[in-house]
């Protein structure tokens, strides 16, 4: 999927899925879970208990490569030599909890977005000036949906994504706030910790529907 696609449906589906696996086969379940409940936006993490990430990357990106609703992308990237890995595993996006040139610069030469996370002024412009389009305001839950308002006052033509602590009850404070899309992790995943994939897609469903409300 080129950029600019991955771009403008981020921004129509509005939600993306931290999923931080504890193997394979458990990711495998929670991804298939998240899917069922209408989220399409999968940022698999380089953070797993057994078994490798960029693996699990391929594995989900040749599952789904028939579904083009499904964008599957790759989450706490830290460095260019991991971006350029999760990218030829099959990652139409890059998300970092940080802001490091050099890994966008290894997606800009992929032409992959690149979603740094950023919580100050200057970060933001460095990561303007580097050619993201999107950046990722975290923690989420530090800064509060007023960070959207305080980037824009002074950065107007960037477009922000916040990331940790993102529920169901507080979304809708996000999206009127703002936010290009949203990403969410633990809230969204917590059943996967019983094995209850079940809730995982309950919970998918509730925010797929908070969005839409919001959005109204």
Excluded: H
């Amino acid at each position: 999927m080129k950029k600019e696609q991955v771009l403008a449906k981020m921004k129509e589906d509005c939600l993306v899925a931290v999923v931080r696996a504890k193997s394979l086969e458990q990711g495998e379940k929670v991804v298939d879970a998240i899917i069922a409940g209408g989220i399409n936006f999968i940022e698999i993490t380089m953070t797993m208990d057994e078994g490798n990430p960029v693996d699990f990357i391929q594995m989900m990106s040749e599952k789904y490569k028939e579904n083009k609703d499904v964008v599957i992308g790759a989450g706490t990237v830290l460095d260019p030599e991991t971006a350029r890995a999760v990218i030829l595993a099959g990652a139409n996006y890059v998300v970092s909890p940080g802001l490091n040139v050099d890994t966008i610069k290894m997606c800009n030469r992929y032409r992959v977005p690149m979603l740094p996370g950023v919580m100050t002024p200057t970060e933001a412009i460095t990561a303007l000036e580097s050619g993201c389009d999107v950046i990722k305001i975290f923690p989420g839950n530090i800064m509060g949906p007023a960070a959207i308002s305080s980037f824009k006052g002074p950065l107007p033509q960037g477009d922000f994504m916040p990331s940790g602590g993102v529920d169901v009850d507080n979304v809708d404070k996000w999206i009127k706030a703002g936010a290009y899309a949203v990403g969410t992790g633990s809230s969204l995943t917590k059943g996967a910790n019983t094995g209850d994939f079940a809730a995982v897609t309950a919970k998918a469903k509730e925010f797929v529907e908070a969005v839409a409300a919001a959005r109204k």
